[in-house]
């Protein structure tokens, strides 16, 4: 059974960077053909694909998102990062890491049927 599980500030302020790791059990970021993603929802708002790390290493990031986002992985742990430059109350939101076994997520991100493995989701608020 694959687990992922979102960590990290619950709070930042506008202009900071937000950063959230998401630890993985279960299987090994690299062992299998699958796309570990970050997805936010936004109060009142849906889901938001921002973008995949492959097991392979290739990362891939939500055109809206790709100037301010980072991704990044450590195998020796087996966790991915997120890293959210410059944030404003705008991205204030409920942070998810999911898998998916599909390579099409890299291009359509929000096909939500792809995904068989989310973690519980993180709360992030930015306020000052």
Same mark, same amino acid.
């Given at each position: 059974q694959v687990q992922l599980q979102e960590s990290g500030p619950? &709070?930042?302020?506008?202009?900071?960077?937000?950063? &959230?790791?998401?630890?993985v059990s279960g299987e090994l970021l690299t062992a299998n053909v699958a796309y570990w993603s970050w997805v936010r929802q936004p109060p009142g708002k849906g889901l938001e694909w921002m973008g995949a790390i492959a097991y392979d290493g290739s990362i891939y990031y939500s055109p809206s998102l790709k100037s301010r986002t980072s991704i990044s992985r450590d195998t020796s742990k087996n966790r991915f990062t997120l890293h959210l430059r410059s944030v404003t109350p705008e991205d204030t939101a409920v942070y998810y890491c999911a898998r998916s076994p599909d390579a099409r997520v890299v291009a359509d991100g929000s096909s939500w049927s792809q995904y068989d493995y989310w973690g519980q989701g993180a709360q992030v608020t930015v306020s000052s």
């Open positions: 619950g &709070l930042v302020k506008p202009s900071q960077t937000l950063s &959230l790791t998401c630890t």
